[in-house]
């Protein structure tokens, strides 16, 4: 049984363990660690999964902004998530982007942007960015970049750069 739930402050420990053992390193755990000292942080979109009363992984959104030639536009990032490496393949990053993009929705976002792999995202509706009209502020290979609409429609018309808070400079 996975239980998916906000992150608590006692959590704190074992999510950047998760992202540490996942990643192969601290830049991860470091991000999660930066933006939620930002303003930027909404606790709501910082899930852990729990099994047996053990947090093996968490996923984190968080607010950018999608810059147009007629004005920002709001949208969630999905960044950082991992899964401990001994409960990778069960199943538990899907649930976390699902219950993810779940909350995402009820908060009233329409847009997720994504750093990722190809082949993983596209399972949950993710499809090329620039395809939707939206560049990176950073290199990254095109089919790596990806968005998804929760609203249908939410980019008709849309041409912009994302636009990510400043504790991702550290990390890309
Ligand atoms: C990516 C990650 C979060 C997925 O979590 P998970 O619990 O293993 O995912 P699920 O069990 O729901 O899904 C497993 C699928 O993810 C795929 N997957 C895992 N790592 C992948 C990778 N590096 N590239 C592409 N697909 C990957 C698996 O091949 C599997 O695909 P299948 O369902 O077609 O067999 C986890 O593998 C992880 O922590 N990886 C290291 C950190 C990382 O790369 N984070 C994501 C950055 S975009």
């Known amino acids: 049984m996975i ?14 363990e998760v992202h540490v053992l996942a990643f192969g390193g601290e830049d991860e755990a ?3 660690e930066s933006l939620r000292q930002s303003t930027n942080f909404v606790p709501e979109l910082s899930l852990v999964a729990v099994k047996n009363g053990r947090v093996v ?6 607010p ?3 810059e147009t030639q007629k004005g920002a536009i709001s949208a969630v990032a999905l960044a950082p998530m991992g899964v401990r490496p ?11 982007v699902r219950q993810g ?6 908060l009233g976002h329409k847009v997720v942007v994504v750093v990722g792999h190809p082949t993983y995202y596209p399972r949950f509706g993710f499809s090329s960015a620039s395809a939707k009209g939206l560049e990176a502020p950073f290199q990254v290979s095109d089919e790596a970049f990806m968005v998804l609409e929760l609203i249908p429609g939410a980019l008709d018309g849309i041409i912009g750069m994302v636009k990510y808070p400043l504790a991702f400079d550290e990390v890309v």
């Open 86 to 96: 001994k409960f990778q393949n069960q199943g538990i990053g899907s649930e976390l």
């Open 57 to 62: 992984g968490h996923i984190l959104f968080s």
């Open 30 to 32: 470091r991000l999660v």
């Open 101 to 106: 993009l779940k909350e995402c929705q009820l």
């Open 3 to 16: 239980t998916i739930r906000p992150e608590r402050i006692e959590d704190y420990t074992a999510i950047h």
């Open 64 to 66: 950018v902004i999608i």
